[in-house]
């Protein structure tokens, strides 16, 4: 159900709106990048989707969101016991899946490092909530905890799956780490100002959870009227209602927190092509990890 396969009566469901698969897109590109096959890293790609859809089945029970991809979340169709246990479950098929796989030695233990810090990050986001005065540099640090640290690990795996050596791998994990920082700025904006039908996640749930998200550290920062209003919105302990998210989305777009996030996510884009370019990777692999790059800082769901 989660993945959108399957009806809650157990109809199969075709064309179902499934996630980007970035993260397996990466582990199989960073693995080429190395000179690999596609193939050694099918195991890796498998275990960091995995891994994430695990994740998201927590997310959204720790978020209350009731909507993933256009579908109703897991627990909110089957409560809250279903949704931990189907993110445990999954959580350890993607060790299962590493087990499975040549180096396993080296790559469950990148693997199990990740996820802890992926826990850290959501944590201390979930601190963060209200947070009043929680500057742009601390929710930059959890979007590298909770969202970069799993794209480098994709991208560490895919390259010791292809046999590189640790400094490559390393400069190919510097890269996902750079461009999932990259890509939770857009999800930030995103889910200010995307479309509910493209997302496919309810519009305001960030704003309306008072959740400190990039743009609104960036807009709060500020000493401007906007700025001000923005924090006394924030002050309260109610979820916000619909005219106060709207209220304080014209706020955030008038502090210019919007085009500064955008350019921040340029700026981690830049970043991690360098580190890119560092790993000496191959042509055409090289191209499309780019285009990934590219992808991931212009997306729109
Ligand atoms: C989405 O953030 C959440 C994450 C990127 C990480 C969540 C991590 C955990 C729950 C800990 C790891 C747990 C396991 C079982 C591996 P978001 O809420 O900003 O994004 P959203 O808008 O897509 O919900
Ligand atoms: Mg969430």
Redesign the pocket.
């Known amino acids: 159900m989660h993945f959108g396969w399957w009806t809650d009566d157990r109809t199969a469901v075709e064309n179902a709106a499934e996630g980007k698969a970035v993260r397996p897109a990466l582990a199989l590109l960073a693995c080429q990048a190395v000179g690999g096959k596609p193939e050694q890293a099918h195991l890796p790609a498998v275990a960091v989707e995995l891994?994430?859809n695990?994740?998201?089945?927590?997310?959204?029970i720790?978020?209350g969101?009731p909507v993933?991809r256009g579908r109703p979340a897991l627990w909110a169709a089957k409560g809250v016991p279903a949704g931990i246990l189907a993110?445990?479950a999954?959580?350890f098929a993607?060790v299962s899946a590493l087990a499975d796989a040549p180096r396993s030695q080296s790559t469950i233990p990148v693997l199990l490092e990740c996820?802890q810090t992926?826990?850290g990050?959501?944590y201390l986001?979930t601190l963060f909530e209200a947070g009043i005065g929680v500057s742009e540099d601390r929710v930059l640090a959890v979007a590298a905890g909770?969202?970069g640290e799993?794209l480098a690990c994709a991208c560490t795996l895919g390259a010791l799956a292809g046999g590189a050596d640790p400094k490559r791998a390393a400069h190919l994990g510097a890269f996902g780490r750079c461009l999932g920082v990259a890509f939770?700025c857009l999800?930030?904006v995103l889910?200010i100002w995307g479309e509910e039908e493209t997302t496919g996640?309810p519009a305001y749930?960030?704003l309306r959870s008072l959740?400190v998200?990039v743009p609104v550290a960036a807009a709060m920062a500020g000493l401007t009227p906007e700025a001000r209003a923005l924090r006394a919105l924030y002050h309260g302990d109610r979820p916000l209602s619909e005219d106060d998210c709207r209220r304080a989305v014209d706020l955030i777009e008038q502090t210019g927190a919007r085009t500064r996030t955008l350019q921040r996510a340029r700026r981690y884009e830049a970043d991690a092509l360098e580190h890119l370019t560092l790993a000496c990777p191959a042509p055409v692999p090289a191209a499309e990890l780019t285009a990934l790059a590219q992808m991931i800082t212009q997306r729109d769901r």
């Open positions: 891994v994430h695990a994740s998201l089945l927590h997310d959204d720790i978020d969101d993933r993110g445990d999954l959580f993607a996820v992926l826990i990050g959501e986001d909770k969202t799993l939770q999800d930030d889910g996640k749930s960030d959740k998200t």
